[in-house]
């Protein structure tokens, strides 16, 4: 903690944030740059001895490859981070806990005030996580009985409200950290208020403005 400021500085936070999106934007075109079921479609069609135009059904479980869902968007960049995460947060909250039973102990002065404070940021984060598998996990089940079980069907509806929730997820986060954390609030507050009701920063909750004269 006494090292944050020196280590986690504003260029190196932007430079960690664009890695993220790189290759966040790269894994998730892996299929437009051939690992996709094209090659299989016109295989089949070929097969099939038809020879008219070739059409292409716009639908998930078609022109995505379900190798490329499981083993590499699944097994390698959904599940690893997952459990990672997972063990991250059981750490923090296990520590917060030690943390608040030794102040408790030693007869700290209002201990709860301090980590009580982190414990929440700590939930807040962990509702996070919890919110990222509920809305991915479904979507991956579904691809994975899709691969290792192709005799077995699976209703288009259920794969919809997957997609669906795995889409929605990304909206999810900002509505729990504007819910749960006091701060984000605020600052969603000012953004909405500046941008969208074009109002001044200095009206948004949380500002203040000095007196002439002052």
């Known amino acids: 903690p006494p090292r944050y400021k020196s280590v986690v500085t504003p260029r190196r936070a932007a430079v960690a944030i664009a890695c993220c ?9 892996t299929p437009m740059f051939g690992w996709n079921n094209l090659s299989k479609m016109r295989r089949t069609q070929e097969l099939n001895g038809s020879r ?6 716009c639908q998930f479980e078609t022109v995505i490859s379900m190798e490329y ?24 909250f296990n520590l917060i806990r030690k943390q608040l039973n030794k ?28 919110l990222f598998a509920l809305s991915w996990l479904p979507l991956h089940v579904l691809n994975c009985i899709t691969l290792f079980c192709p005799s077995c069907q699976t209703p288009h509806i259920l794969t919809y409200i997957a997609i669906f929730l795995t889409h929605g997820n990304s909206a999810m986060n900002p509505i729990v950290y504007a819910f749960r954390i006091k701060k984000f609030r605020t600052a969603f507050l000012q953004i909405w208020n500046q941008y969208f009701c074009c109002k001044s920063s200095k009206n948004a909750p949380g500002s203040t403005s000095a007196e002439p004269g002052n």
């Open 21 to 29: 999106w790189l290759v966040s934007f790269l894994v998730g075109l």
């Open 52 to 57: 008219g135009e070739f059409v292409i059904t």
């Open 69 to 92: 869902m499981v083993y590499f968007n699944f097994f390698v960049w959904v599940l690893p981070p997952l459990l990672l995460m997972l063990l991250i947060y059981l750490e923090v």
């Open 103 to 130: 102040k408790v102990s030693s007869s700290s002065n209002d201990p709860q005030k301090y980590y009580g404070k982190e414990l929440k940021i700590a939930k807040s984060l962990a509702l996070v996580l919890f």
